[in-house]
């Protein structure tokens, strides 16, 4: 498969924070089928990246002790040529600055923002490093998608400082839904989470995984230690399932069964 188009304000690079790096290893790397390099601790702070089929397809971090009372969590980064500049933006949008531009020697800079709705979402300005290599494919990222109490100004943040073009999905009070580009050309999408989504639980992005089979990843993966969230439910996008890894950092995974696109837009 073609290596993932990146454009602009679309998701590039996801990555875990976790507080068990060997644990998080033994369990991605049994599911997914991944393996994993390890950066240099003085350029990179040890800094891990996990592969499928010898490409790039997420990253993985150690947490520090400063970082020990958050949970464990995937992260989704955005990407823009100016990670400065789009910072700013997002500040000045209503958004939150939890990490300024860092540079990423020979790699690119990294940031970290909280959207106007409380979301975290990482920003990526890439060097050599350009994105994941593999998409939607067994293994790799699937979908990207924020679960936004307030629906109405996420759609508007993510218009107004990543330049997204989005497309209605759908429009009832049942199922609000925007994607970032439309049809199978959508990169990412945005939910109402409203109804369900409790109130001591924040907006957030979530990671969605391909699978092959919804049912199988799961009964091996809690084999191993996750816990089932939601599901498993058929979709007109596949079937779908949110688990947890075994330290909590929350994920879901989907299997295409040839009844729509690739994106995910079930919670």
Not at 7 to 17: F, K, S, T, V, Y
Not at 133 to 142: M, V
Request: negative net charge; contains cysteine.
């Amino acid at each position: 498969m073609p290596t993932p188009d990146h454009p602009n304000g679309a998701p590039c690079w996801i990555d875990l924070m976790t507080s068990d790096v060997a644990k998080a290893k033994a369990f991605y790397g049994e599911l997914f089928g991944w393996i994993f390099e390890t950066g240099d601790q003085e350029k990179y702070g040890g800094y891990i990246t996990a592969l499928k089929n010898g490409k790039s397809v997420a990253g993985m971090m150690q947490k520090q002790e400063a970082q020990a009372g958050f949970p464990d969590v995937w992260s989704t980064y955005l990407r823009t040529d100016d990670a400065r500049a789009t910072v700013k933006s997002a500040a000045e949008h209503g958004g939150q600055v939890h990490m300024e531009p860092m540079d990423v020697p020979g790699q690119g800079s990294m940031a970290m923002v909280g959207d106007a709705t409380g979301a975290a979402v990482g920003i990526w300005q890439p060097g050599e490093m350009k994105g994941y290599e593999l998409a939607a494919e067994p293994g790799t990222p699937a979908w990207h998608e924020l679960h936004a109490r307030d629906y109405a100004k996420a759609v508007k943040f993510y218009q107004d400082v990543f330049g997204w073009e989005t497309e209605v999905l759908s429009d009832s009070p049942e199922f609000r839904y925007t994607t970032l580009g439309a049809g199978d050309d959508a990169k990412a999408g945005i939910m109402d989470a409203s109804d369900y989504l409790p109130a001591e639980v924040p907006a957030s992005w979530q990671v969605y995984f391909a699978v092959e089979d919804t049912d199988a990843t799961i009964e091996k993966a809690v084999a191993m230690g996750a816990e089932v969230i939601d599901g498993p439910d058929d979709s007109p996008f596949g079937r779908l399932a949110t688990l947890s890894d075994p330290t909590g950092a929350m994920f879901k995974i989907v299997a295409d069964t040839g009844q729509g696109t690739e994106a995910a837009a079930d919670a």
